[in-house]
């Protein structure tokens, strides 16, 4: 017959518990705590409330956002028949051009169903800028097909704020490790050996701020992480002036989506900021850290990239400007002439050096 196998938890980090049949307890052989049965189920309720009472508090925060009518009404939609791209504008954007495949986009209609933006980070690299940096970064690179940086070229880059999740989170964080600390000694003709066997026990609250997240759905995923980080004193309440003469992503990832994930992220970095309050040690085993979520807050934020792009050779390569610290993520096409013409140069160096070496040695 197939059963199902129970494992009892530590309540205090997480460990498995052995029953000890002389004291009568659930024991952790990682923090030493003993535990009834009768003090379990209560640890187990404490931490179920918990957990209940911050699911609440995420559904009553979800229950608040509901479509703004007034924030939809002043957006247009464009949708690009090439590629499929939807970016919305409003009344003051001649979103004419997709940003992406450089196909004329047509206006398909005013913005419907969507949520406001919590938090906005405007730009502050504007166009001229934003190009001058780029010929810096790519006219320097002596195999970009000069049409890559001609100035119809340039001329194509475009402001676009991205829909990122912005997550804050108060968090109760827990970890037992078992530690050996080892010294050695000769005494005579003897070599000694002594091995100090230690538990530890780490917990503490800690609280996230500002962990970003993409809420859209990107096949250029490497670009978006590569444009990050924002600086949070950037954050700005939204207000919809901010969009003038710019164009933003609408998106398509809500929260529920990406919950565990952000989760996971969190709890590997409390692992790391427990870890890093163990002293020294010889050796460090670390259990699994307990993460306890006590409230998270999401902000939808809209955040400012540069982009260009550029078809070469059946490839379509990116170059993108994050709109506020300036920092650079591209992909740059190599011209396969100018390839050619360093080989030549190259190949006809040699020669000549290997001419040289061979006269100098006969003479």
């Known amino acids: 017959m197939n059963g199902t196998a129970l494992t009892y938890h530590c309540p205090n980090c997480a460990a498995g518990l052995s029953f000890d049949p002389e004291k009568g ?215 919809m002036p901010y969009l003038s003469g710019f164009i933003a992503k609408k998106r398509d990832i809500e929260k529920e989506s990406v919950r565990e994930a952000v989760r996971a992220r969190m709890q590997q970095y409390a692992a790391t900021l427990l870890q890093n309050t163990i002293g020294p040690y010889t050796t460090v085993t670390p259990s699994a850290p307990r993460l306890l979520t006590r409230a998270m807050h999401w902000d939808y934020t809209l955040m400012p990239i540069w982009l260009l792009t550029y078809h070469h050779r059946g490839k379509v390569y990116t170059y993108a400007l994050n709109g506020y610290t300036g920092k650079v993520f591209g992909r740059l096409p190599v011209c396969p002439k100018r390839l050619s013409l360093l080989g030549i140069i190259t190949g006809l160096a040699a020669g000549i050096a290997a001419a040289l070496v061979k006269l100098f040695l006969l003479g």
């Open 25 to 239: 307890k659930l024991c952790c052989e990682y923090c030493l705590s003993e535990f009834t049965e009768q003090e379990l189920a209560q640890a187990a309720g404490q931490r179920e409330a918990e957990e209940a009472a911050s699911a609440a508090a995420e559904r009553a925060a979800e229950e608040s956002e509901v479509p703004n009518e007034e924030f939809c009404a002043q957006l247009n939609i464009y949708a690009c028949n090439a590629c499929g791209a939807e970016i919305m504008a409003d009344d003051n954007t001649a979103a004419t051009i997709c940003p992406y495949c450089h196909n004329p986009v047509l206006l398909t209609g005013r913005l419907t169903g969507q949520m406001q933006p919590h938090k906005i980070i405007p730009f502050q690299i504007d166009k001229e800028e934003a190009k001058k940096r780029f010929l810096d970064f790519a006219g320097k690179k002596w195999f970009v097909p000069r049409t890559f940086i001609s100035e119809a070229q340039v001329e194509k880059m475009q402001g676009i704020y991205y829909p990122f999740w912005v997550t804050d989170a108060d968090t109760g964080a827990s970890m037992s490790a078992r530690a050996t600390r080892v010294r050695t000694w000769h005494s005579g003709d003897y070599r000694y050996t002594e091995t100090s066997k230690f538990h530890i026990l780490r917990a503490g609250e800690i609280h996230f701020e500002d962990i970003v997240t993409p809420a859209i759905t990107e096949e250029d995923r490497e670009m978006l992480d590569g444009i990050l980080p924002y600086p949070p004193s950037s954050l700005q309440p939204f207000s």
